[in-house]
């Protein structure tokens, strides 16, 4: 079975193009779970109401679908709690300037 | 993921945005080749047959057209609902293509008889057109947004402008006016740069710039001050300017609405202190210097409403140029930068994310040549300024050739950009 590191992994596929970060730098991946026959995503945005979450959630469905094509793969979005910019990871502070 | 939030399944094809903002740069270069090439006519009083063909060309041709076309992209998304009608927004663009070569010719020649008059119509035409558009997908908003109030109050100021427009050439066809035709001139062009024009600036930034530079936990009370501040002065001005002896009225809804323009600049000053993102890329440089302009015209705008500055030579040119090319045109320039680069890539790349390498926004163009044209400008604005207060001819000859240099570096790195 696929580990959960290795769809950290994966989910560093998914860049914001504007900024450069992956979502898992940024601290949007909140949590992987890995079943059976499933694989869930529970992961938030920057901003509540960003009305983008058709084409994240789809990205990262593509990757996943890509690498375990047999699993059920559910992308779960949350805004509690919300993200801070403490979540990112040092080098993508160090990335923006922080 | 902030930064993707310009597009998504709400927003109308690629297609229709990139036509409108290809009109808006091809017009931009002409215009800018027309002010070269006649350089030796733009000076002294602006109520002159080049002048204001030009500055038709810039207010509807490059400013109107983008804000056109970035509205078709924006009000679905920000107010999470479906374009009215694409089939409207492509019948808009060739009426209103039409109107503004209709007017900007008439005014050339001017000719103010039915050559100005029928354009004006044209124009009405497809602003109403626009106006219906806008409506027809404001009635299906089920959250609204502070950015949604401001775009409102534009489309009505927007329709006001034209309306003001026409009544303004028919009076030079058959004069009917009892006022001074240039007082309501004044009111046209307040009602345009500030109701129409700045009413969706201000209300696209407080989305944009969190979005640009990662802006997180600032206050948005300032948003609201604004809004209803310039508001009240404009509704103040729409009412006195119809009026003669009316000094003191207008300089009250003057102070009002730079009061509310400068609660903007501080809303902008706040997104900007808690920006994520530190490094200033070319679309943030160009819309920092936009923003202190903004600061410098607001100024300089309610002096002019205090004190009688029509001595000084040039003076009225002055204030336009740095109103339509310090703040406007460098704004425009700024945000293409970031939003094309985006559309371009969402429209190539996003099914892609994830399976195959794509590229980052910042690899879709040449960030040297948009600093070089960032430069040229910036310096252009200066110079052109210098230019008009020494009345030198030959330095404005040069300055406005910076100027289309500019123009033609920033046209060439969007279109590299779209063929991308």
Redesign the interface.
């Known amino acids: 079975m696929i580990s959960e590191e290795k769809i950290l992994e994966l989910l560093k596929g998914v860049i914001d193009p504007e900024i450069g970060l992956d979502i898992v730098s940024l601290g949007l991946v909140y949590k992987v779970e890995v079943n059976e026959d499933s694989i869930n995503v529970t992961m938030t945005l920057t901003t509540p109401g960003c009305p983008m979450h058709g084409s994240i959630t789809e990205w990262v469905n593509n990757i996943l679908l890509k690498a375990e094509p047999d699993k059920n793969i559910n992308v779960n979005l949350v805004w509690e709690p919300q993200w801070t910019p403490e979540l990112m990871t040092d080098e993508a502070k160090e990335k923006l300037g922080m | 993921?902030?930064?993707?939030?310009i597009?998504?399944?709400?927003a109308p094809p690629f297609k229709i945005v990139a036509k409108y903002f290809i009109a808006a740069i091809i017009d931009f270069v002409i215009l800018n080749f027309l002010l070269m090439l006649n350089y030796k006519d733009i000076t002294g009083f602006y109520f002159q047959a080049k002048i204001l063909a030009i500055t038709h060309l810039l207010t509807l041709g490059w400013i109107s057209m983008t804000i056109f076309g970035a509205m078709f992209q924006l009000v679905p998304?920000?107010l999470?609902t479906k374009l009215f009608s694409e089939k409207l927004a492509d019948i808009q663009f060739w009426i209103f293509i039409l109107g503004v070569i209709g007017l900007a010719t008439g005014f050339w020649n001017f000719d103010t008889g039915l050559h100005l008059n029928a354009s004006a119509i044209l124009l009405n035409i497809a602003i109403l057109i626009f106006a219906i558009n806008m409506i027809g997908t404001f009635i299906y908003v089920k959250?609204w947004n502070i950015t949604g109030w401001y775009l409102i109050a534009a489309v009505i100021y927007l329709t006001i402008t034209a309306v003001a427009g026409f009544l303004l050439t028919y009076n030079l066809w058959h004069p009917y006016i009892s006022i001074n035709h240039l007082q309501y001139l004044k009111l046209h062009a307040e009602v345009a740069v500030i109701g129409w024009v700045t009413m969706v600036v201000m209300g696209v930034s407080y989305k944009l710039i969190?979005?640009?530079t990662?802006s997180?936990g600032y206050s948005m009370k300032s948003s609201k001050w604004a809004f209803w501040l310039v508001n009240i002065g404009l509704v103040g001005i729409n009412t006195f300017f119809h009026f003669e002896n009316n000094m003191i009225e207008i300089l009250v809804s003057s102070l009002f609405i730079a009061a509310g323009i400068a609660f903007f600049l501080f809303q902008v000053y706040l997104i900007y202190k808690n920006r994520?993102?530190?490094?200033r890329d070319i679309g943030i440089k160009y819309s920092v210097f936009s923003f202190y302009m903004l600061a410098i015209v607001t100024l300089f705008g309610l002096v002019f409403s205090f004190i009688d500055l029509s001595g000084i030579p040039n003076i009225y040119l002055i204030f336009g140029y740095l109103v339509f090319f310090g703040y406007l045109s460098m704004l425009i320039v700024g945000q293409m930068y970031k939003i094309v680069p985006?559309l371009a890539?969402y429209h190539k790349?996003?099914s892609k994310?994830?399976?195959e390498p794509?590229?980052?926004?910042?690899d879709m163009f040449n960030e040297k040549y948009a600093l070089a044209s960032y430069y040229l400008m910036t310096t252009a604005i200066i110079t052109t300024t210098v230019s008009f207060i020494i009345n030198s001819q030959i330095a404005l000859l040069f300055s406005f050739g910076l100027m289309f240099l500019g123009s033609l570096i920033f046209a060439f790195n969007i279109t590299a950009i779209l063929r991308k």
């Open positions: 993921m902030q930064s993707n939030s597009a998504t399944a709400y998304v920000v999470e959250k969190p979005m640009f990662l997180h994520l993102r530190k490094k985006f890539w790349y996003s994310v994830g399976l794509v590229p980052m926004l910042k």
